[in-house]
């Protein structure tokens, strides 16, 4: 079965196409600066080299037609035609406790999905606009609703409760939610692998380390705690997220500097986190090439490496103990410098890094010692993969 995965962000639509379920990859690429006369068509068919076009591209419904058009095309086309593509993955972030699995897009689905807009706006509306443009131009084609948050529907409520007025909390929905679902469930899988052990015998806590961070707790093979809450924002310090902080010195301010409600929404989403400590940039690459010669570099890396430290060592707590602790994303996947600071001094939980297999790492694989206790693995993380995977599934479940 032929699976485009579709994964529509605010000014971007990135895609795969896999042949499921044997997880082999026909073509990949997307397109980026949508909505600009100079938007970026990427594209690769596999065991081909990788083309580029700048284009004009006014929005979503333009995007996926481009996609489609060039995956059809007979000159460079991975499918002979559309109708090839027996269904359609999107990546929607943000379900809250609607969804408890991944679904077939339906009325009631698609209504979830923009119910929730309110409280992603950042990824839902794009999601979104995804999903209706694939209905408008691939008529007839399953469409799949693969969420983010429903990997943290088993969260307890002693854990995803906050101590506001409850009726406050009862009224709005007001609660933690938990993101980054499907790169846990991809990464928590592959890692396992590497133990020769089932995920359901794991105590595990997983550290993606993106453009977006967050730590997850899983035990026995579901998530009981994760750091990022309400929304994207709270927990781990981002790229340019604060993370947690102080309530009160939101408010503070904003009074003191008459900073409203969005514009305030607005810098502790993009202005904060590593970019706002570092006032470098919001890649730790970046902020790791001065770490010896400029004290915000090195106060940024101590500060966030700190922070997920903290979150290790509460975790294992939660799960009364650890056997696997996993990086990726792109500064997990990455950075030496950030799994060392993290790792360091943790041999009391049983966790030692190998510092010359980190230092000289590069893929996936594990970086703790022989001796280490917990095992420590990078993988390299494949949300298409994953969703493809619940694609496939939802399908044939569908047809039987």
């Not at 993955?89 to 807009?117: F, P, T």
């Not at 979150?311 to 950075?335: H, M, R």
């Not at 001094?345 to 917990?374: H, K, Y």
Request: negative net charge.
């Amino acid at each position: 079965m032929k699976i485009l995965v579709l994964n529509s962000g605010g000014s971007s639509a990135k895609f795969k196409v896999l042949d499921m379920p044997e997880e082999t990859l026909i073509a990949s690429g997307g397109v980026e600066r949508i909505g600009k006369a100079d938007a970026i068509l990427k594209y690769r068919k596999a065991g081909s080299e990788g083309m580029q076009k700048v284009l004009p591209v006014q929005n979503h419904a333009e995007a996926i037609a481009l996609i489609l058009e060039t995956l059809a095309d007979p000159a460079t086309g991975a499918v002979g035609d559309i109708s090839q593509i027996e269904a359609v993955g999107h990546r929607v972030v943000h379900a809250g406790n609607k969804m408890r699995d991944s679904a077939l897009i339906d009325e009631r689905v698609e209504a979830v999905v923009e119910e929730y807009c309110e409280k992603a706006p950042l990824h839902n509306p794009h999601n979104l606009h995804g999903i209706r443009a694939c209905r408008a131009q691939m008529k007839g084609t399953p469409q799949v609703a693969v969420f983010d948050s429903a990997h943290h529907w088993d969260i307890p409520d002693y854990a995803y409760t906050y101590a506001l007025p409850y009726e406050y909390c009862e009224k709005y929905g007001i609660r933690k939610y938990g993101f980054h679902g499907i790169t846990f469930k991809y990464m928590s899988r592959e890692a396992a692998k590497f133990l020769n052990r089932p995920v359901e015998e794991l105590r595990i806590v997983l550290l993606m380390l993106g453009s977006g961070c967050t730590a997850n707790a899983m035990l026995n093979g579901k998530s009981i705690d994760v750091s990022t809450g309400f929304t994207p924002h709270e927990g781990l310090i981002q790229s340019t997220r604060s993370g947690d902080l102080d309530a009160a010195a939101v408010t503070y301010l904003m009074d003191k500097e008459g900073i409203a409600p969005k514009d305030m929404e607005n810098i502790l989403n993009h202005q904060s986190g590593w970019l706002g400590i570092s006032g470098i940039s919001n890649d730790m690459r970046d902020i790791g090439e001065q770490v010896d010669t400029n004290y915000r570099a090195r106060l940024t890396v101590r500060a966030a490496a700190y922070r997920a430290k903290k979150y290790v060592g509460a975790y294992t707590a939660a799960l009364g103990g650890i056997d696997l602790l996993i990086f990726s994303g792109g500064a997990g996947e990455n950075s030496p410098m950030l799994r060392h600071e993290i790792c360091k001094d943790m041999g009391f939980f049983g966790i030692e890094l190998d510092e010359e297999a980190n230092a000289a790492f590069s893929g996936e694989g594990i970086i703790s010692t022989p001796a280490s206790r917990v095992k420590i693995v990078v993988i390299k993380t494949d949300e298409e993969i994953e969703i493809a995977r619940d694609t496939y599934d939802v399908v044939m479940r569908s047809k039987q």
